[in-house]
């Protein structure tokens, strides 16, 4: 008798446990992307069926630890789907916080500004919940035509702009404007970090590293966002493990006031900066 899918999935699962803390859920999502199907029809409808010849290849290269969401060429974020490729970071569901933050401080803002958008999960999950104008910038060209792919796919292109600017270069800013919010998850791992090889060899170094201590693009940043804010306007920058006081002490420098976010972990995630402390 030729194996099912539910021997298929459980087989697979299996197998990518040696790797995977997801095993079975990995299994899931490549056999309903090898049918064309959506998880939740593949659990109810198919899992009697033959298995589909494109699966196996699938679990091989999850198998050599290249991300699901590389494989499939898409992740959820904020209850939407976004284009994901090599050229950017793989949108996680910790980082909606940031989204959670900024629409709980600001729920209308007009204009918003994503530093380091990588697919525009972050600028396009305000805008979809909201009616304001956004820019997004990041000095990877690939990662931004990836952005603005995503705006197209949820109809949000024409409140949307992107370009291309590097925060490090003099006069990147120019012609940016003020912005109401600014969102900003920069690179943070500090060089040498022991990385997971699916984050490690797959996803894009330029937007992971950040100096020996995680702290150089803070550095570079917090001084010039007084420059990127209208008067009241807020800032939600994403944090690594362990940075939050050190990144706290670098805003309160610039004369802002901080305030922590956890993510569904209980983790320290995310800061809110606003103006509020003299240098």
């Not at 204009?111 to 305000?126: I, Q």
């Not at 949000?156 to 270069?169: S, V």
Request: charge should be negative.
């Amino acid at each position: 008798m030729a194996a099912t899918i539910a021997d298929a999935l459980r087989t697979a699962a299996e197998r990518l446990s040696a790797t995977s803390d997801t095993a079975r859920l990995d299994a899931e999502l490549l056999m309903a992307h090898a049918l064309g199907a959506s998880r939740s029809d593949l659990l109810l409808r198919h899992m009697r069926d033959c298995v589909p010849t494109g699966f196996e290849p699938l679990v091989d290269r999850r198998a050599a630890r290249e991300p699901v969401a590389h494989i499939l060429g898409e992740q959820e974020f904020f209850g939407r789907t976004f284009r994901v490729t090599p050229a950017t970071l793989i949108p996680r569901g910790d980082s909606e916080v940031l989204v959670e933050a900024a629409l709980a401080v600001d729920p209308q803002p007009r204009r918003v500004l994503d530093l380091g958008t990588g697919t525009g999960a972050l600028l396009l999950s305000v805008l979809a919940e909201t009616a304001a104008e956004g820019v997004a910038t990041d000095r990877s060209a690939a990662a931004l035509a990836v952005a603005r792919e995503n705006a197209e796919r949820l109809g949000l292109a024409a409140r949307a702009r992107f370009e291309e600017r590097d925060w490090h270069e003099a006069g990147w800013a120019a012609e940016l404007g003020a912005f109401d919010l600014v969102l900003c998850n920069p690179p943070y791992v500090e060089e040498g970090a022991d990385l997971d090889p699916d984050v490690r060899d797959f996803e894009p170094g330029s937007a992971l590293f950040a100096g020996a201590e995680g702290l150089d693009d803070y550095r570079a940043l917090l001084p010039q966002l007084a420059g990127l804010l209208v008067p009241k306007g807020v800032a939600i920058f994403e944090i690594g493990a362990g940075q939050a006081d050190a990144v706290a002490s670098l805003a309160a420098t610039e004369g802002f006031a901080a305030k922590l976010h956890r993510d569904r972990a209980g983790r320290p995630r995310a800061l809110t900066m606003m103006r509020g402390i003299n240098r």
